[in-house]
C-alpha cells in the first residue's frame, strides 16, 4: 500500500472514530455493569432479574462477555477506560470494513460512496453495547465464509454467545449460505458447512454457562415480547414508524440509503452470488422491520457491495493517481495530525445527561431513606439500580425480565393507558420515580404524597396502609 493512500485510509478511519466516539450513557450502561459487578462478586451468573420487586421470569445474561470486559476497563482506568474500550472496538470495526472496501476497489469515489453508506448505517450501533460484536463477528463470518475457512465457524459461534445474542444472526448467515450452495448443487459443500453449524451450536450449548436456556430466551423474546416492544421501544419499530410518524432525518436518509445500495447490487454488471441475493433480500427485509438492524445491513453490503461495483460508476480517479502526489500527502498529513489531535485531547468523560437521569432524585433516596421499591420508567432502572441496589429494587430496567403481560401494563401505566392506581395497588410499591414533565404525575399528585422534586424529576411516596385507601 502506497504512502498516500495509506493516509487517505487513515483519515478516513480517524473521521469516523471522531464522528463516531460519543460519549454519552445508554440507559442499558448501567445494568451491564451491574450484571458484571454481581457476576465477580458472588462467582456465579444471574438467572433473573435480581434487581425488580416484580415477578421475573428467566434472565439470561447474553452479553457477559462484553458486560466484563466493560466493568474490567470501567473499574480498573475509570471513565477514561470506558472511552478506550470502545474506541478499540470502533476501530477494529471501522478498519475491518476499510480494508475490505479497499482491497476489493480501485476508484476512490466507489470507495467512500460504499464506504460512508455502510457508516452512515452502522452509525445507529456505535453506541457503548454488544452489538458492535455482532457487526465485527458478521464481517469475520462472511469472510471465513468466503475463503472457505468453514471450521472456523464452529469455534466463532460459541465465542460469539458470550458477547452478544445476535450470534442468531451468524447462524442466519450459514444457513443462507447452506441454502445457496444446495440451489447450486453444491450439496457436499452445503452439508460441510451445516456440519461445522451445527458442531458450533453445540458447543454453545456446552460451553455457554446458559447452555439451553440461552435460545429458549432468544426464542421467547422474539415470540412473547416482539410485540410490546415493537409498540413501546423505538429499536424495536418498523423504519417507517420514525420515517412517516417522527420524520426523523436519520432514518430518512438510512432507507433512502439502503435502496440505494440495493439499486447498485441489481444494476450492476458482475453475475450475482446466490448467496449474496438471497443475504441482502434478508437482511434489507429484516432492517425495514426492525430499525435495530439497519448497522446489520451496512456491514454486510460493506462486505458484499465492493465486488459488484467497480464497473457501476465511470468516474476514473484511483488510488494508483494519487500515489506521488505531494500535495496531497502533505494535505492527508495535516488533516490527520488535526483529527488525532482532536480525538487525542477530547474530553475522557462520561457524558451523562442530568435532564434523563434522575442524579439528585437518586441521592435523595440514598440519604433519606433505608430502602424500599421503586417504580420507574424502564430507561431509568439501570441508573436507578446501579447507585441503590440491594437496598432498593426497581420495576423494569432495560433488560425487561418481566412476563409480556406484565410488560405491557408496566408500559401502559406510564403512557397512562390505564387507570394508575389500580396498577399500583396490585404491587409492593414504595416510592415512584416520574418526570415532571410526564402526563402522569399530574394524576398521581390527586392522591399520592409527593416527598421531593427538583426541575425534571419528582417521587412519590406509599405508606403501608395507603394501598386500601388508593
Not at 504512502?3 to 448501567?30: A, G, H, R, V
Request: positive net charge.
Amino acid at each position: 500500500m502506497r504512502l498516500n493512500s495509506f493516509l487517505f485510509l487513515f483519515f478516513i478511519l480517524l473521521l469516523s472514530l471522531y464522528k463516531s466516539l460519543k460519549t454519552e450513557t445508554d440507559p442499558d450502561f448501567f445494568w451491564y455493569l451491574k450484571d458484571a459487578e454481581y457476576v465477580l462478586k458472588y462467582k456465579k451468573l444471574p438467572r433473573e432479574n435480581i434487581y425488580t420487586f416484580l415477578p421475573s421470569k428467566n434472565w439470561v445474561a447474553h452479553s457477559i462477555g462484553f458486560e466484563l470486559f466493560l466493568y474490567s476497563f470501567y473499574k480498573n482506568f475509570g471513565e477514561k477506560g470506558v472511552i478506550l474500550f470502545k474506541l478499540f472496538l470502533l476501530t477494529f470495526l471501522f478498519s475491518l470494513i476499510i480494508i475490505r472496501i479497499y482491497k476489493k476497489t480501485k476508484k476512490i469515489l466507489i470507495f467512500l460512496i460504499l464506504y460512508f453508506s455502510a457508516y452512515t448505517l452502522i452509525f445507529w450501533g456505535t453506541t457503548l453495547r454488544p452489538h458492535i460484536f455482532t457487526y465485527v463477528f458478521s464481517f469475520l463470518i462472511l469472510y471465513m465464509l468466503e475463503k472457505r475457512k468453514y471450521l472456523l465457524i464452529t469455534f466463532l459461534l460459541p465465542l460469539w454467545s458470550f458477547f452478544h445474542a445476535g450470534v442468531t444472526a451468524g447462524i442466519g448467515i450459514s444457513l443462507i449460505y447452506i441454502i445457496s450452495e444446495f440451489i447450486k448443487r453444491k450439496f457436499k459443500n452445503g452439508l460441510r458447512v451445516l456440519l461445522f453449524t451445527l458442531t458450533g451450536i453445540l458447543l454453545i450449548l456446552l460451553i455457554n454457562p446458559y447452555h439451553f436456556d440461552y435460545f429458549l430466551w432468544i426464542y421467547s423474546a422474539f415470540t412473547e415480547n416482539v410485540k410490546v416492544w415493537s409498540k413501546y421501544i423505538t429499536e424495536w419499530e418498523t423504519i417507517f414508524s420514525p420515517i412517516f410518524f417522527d420524520r426523523e432525518i436519520y432514518y430518512i436518509i438510512s432507507f433512502f440509503i439502503m435502496i440505494f445500495l440495493l439499486f447498485i447490487f441489481i444494476f450492476s454488471k458482475e453475475k450475482k452470488e446466490v448467496f449474496h441475493i438471497l443475504l441482502l433480500i434478508f437482511i434489507f427485509y429484516s432492517a425495514i422491520k426492525y430499525v435495530r438492524n439497519l448497522p446489520l445491513f451496512g456491514t454486510l453490503t460493506a462486505f458484499i457491495l465492493p465486488s459488484y461495483s467497480e464497473n457501476f460508476f465511470k468516474f476514473n480517479l484511483t488510488f494508483e493517481n494519487i500515489k506521488e502526489n505531494k500535495i496531497f500527502r502533505i494535505l492527508l498529513i495535516i488533516l490527520c495530525t488535526f483529527i488525532f489531535l482532536k480525538i487525542l485531547f477530547s474530553e475522557k468523560k462520561l457524558i451523562m445527561d442530568k435532564e434523563f437521569y434522575p442524579v439528585k432524585a437518586v441521592n435523595f433516596l440514598k440519604k433519606n431513606f433505608e430502602g424500599g421499591n421503586i417504580l420507574c420508567p424502564s430507561d431509568r432502572g439501570g441508573f436507578i439500580e446501579f447507585y441503590l441496589f440491594p437496598e432498593f429494587k426497581i420495576s423494569v430496567d432495560g433488560r425487561l425480565s418481566v412476563p409480556s403481560s406484565l410488560l405491557e401494563e408496566h408500559f401502559k401505566f406510564w403512557n397512562v393507558e390505564v387507570t394508575p392506581f389500580d396498577f399500583i395497588k396490585k404491587y409492593p410499591v414504595d416510592f415512584i420515580l416520574t418526570e415532571n414533565k410526564s402526563v402522569i404525575k399530574k394524576i398521581l399528585e390527586q392522591k399520592l404524597k409527593k416527598i421531593y422534586q427538583d426541575k425534571d424529576f419528582s417521587i412519590f411516596k406509599i405508606e403501608k396502609n395507603h394501598h386500601k385507601n388508593l
